[in-house]
């Protein structure tokens, strides 16, 4: 079992960036693989990226491609979500997740979750 912790959100201009961070507070995220989802309010959590362990294999949404970059840092048992050029729409609370099989775009495929970091991008 995992425990895990977001860090990074915080308020940015349209155009802006921010850089996402994912650490496991209980355990390591060592032959995990983990996914950043994103949620507003009344809406369903929706995937963003997803990166595979150690880190070959990388996802991303449609809406997000070419903005964001997931990597994984193996020494620092962290991963990180570069988001550039950010929009109006990419505010939402920014979760990561993690499974022990090959990532999908599913919330419902993932047990382990952090407690999420919000990112508001407002002029």
């Known amino acids: 079992q995992v425990q895990l912790v977001e860090s990074g959100g915080g308020s940015v201009q349209p155009g802006g960036s921010l850089r996402l961070s994912c650490v496991a507070s209980?355990?390591?995220?060592?032959?995990?693989?983990i996914t950043w989802f994103r949620q507003t309010p009344g809406k369903e959590r929706e995937f963003v990226a997803s990166i595979t362990w150690p880190g070959r294999n990388t996802y991303y949404a449609d809406s997000v491609k070419g903005r964001f970059v997931i990597s994984r840092d193996n020494a620092k048992d962290t991963v990180h979500l570069q988001m550039n050029s950010l929009k109006s729409e990419d505010t939402a609370v920014y979760y990561c997740?993690?499974?022990?099989?090959?990532?999908?775009?599913?919330?419902?495929?993932?047990?382990?979750w952090g407690q999420g970091t919000q990112v508001t991008v407002s002029s």
């Open positions: 209980g355990g390591t995220l060592s032959w995990y693989a």
């Open positions: 997740a993690a499974t022990r099989s090959w990532p999908t775009s599913r919330h419902g495929d993932y047990a382990y």
